[in-house]
């Protein structure tokens, strides 16, 4: 049976760059950025915020429920699948369950300092609004990683501080899941 991998992280910590690398490993493979799935609303589109609105949780719920049936469809074609998604403290990705059951499923979290992913939001965004927007993600989601990290990693998950490492180490560690990396609570 072929793997699914869903990446997940606060944003700008390099998930859809490691989800792409990860896909590109395997003969057939599928890359399902979940942000380009709620990219796809043409109008009255809901942004993540300090405050979730029903219409931000309905397309959230669309979006990944649109993954999770991908997955499975590309998965019965023999396709190897990576799903990359942020890190939603409003529900802990439980819209994700039907696929956390399936076998060869794999959960990863890519968890750098806080620092790095703040330093890569400014490097990649720039100044003004919008690195400014993600900045303010960043660390509503760190101050809800900081409290869950350790029960997620008791429950399985693949956690990685990806601070110091390259795209490739990290796509290493992910085939690799065995070996023991113990990470820290970063700020």
């Known amino acids: 049976m072929t793997p699914i991998f869903l990446v ?15 896909a590109r490993r395997f003969a057939k493979s599928i890359h399902i950025p979940v942000d380009a799935l709620r990219d796809m609303v043409a109008a009255g589109q809901a942004l993540p915020g300090p405050q979730w609105g029903d219409e931000l949780i309905e397309q959230l719920a669309a979006s990944r429920a649109s993954a999770v049936f991908m997955a499975l469809t590309y998965r019965r074609a023999g396709f190897a699948v990576v799903i990359d998604d942020f890190w939603d403290p409003n529900s802990g990705l439980a819209e994700y369950a039907e696929l956390f059951s399936q076998p ?15 330093a890569r ?14 900045d303010d993600g960043i660390g509503l989601v760190y101050a809800h990683l900081d409290t869950v990290v350790a029960s997620l990693q008791a429950d399985g998950w693949l956690v990685l501080d990806t601070t110091e490492l390259g795209v490739e180490d990290v796509v290493a560690r992910i085939l690799a899941p065995t070996e023991v990396v113990q990470i820290s609570p970063c700020c």
Not at 8 to 22: F, I, M, Q, R, Y
Not at 121 to 134: L, T
């Open 8 to 22: 997940v992280g606060s944003p700008a910590v390099g998930k859809s760059t490691t989800a792409a690398a990860l």
């Open 104 to 118: 060869q499923m794999h959960r990863v979290l890519l968890y750098p300092q806080q620092s790095a992913a703040r």
């Open 121 to 134: 939001n400014r490097q990649r965004a720039g100044s003004g609004g919008a690195a400014e927007y993600i």
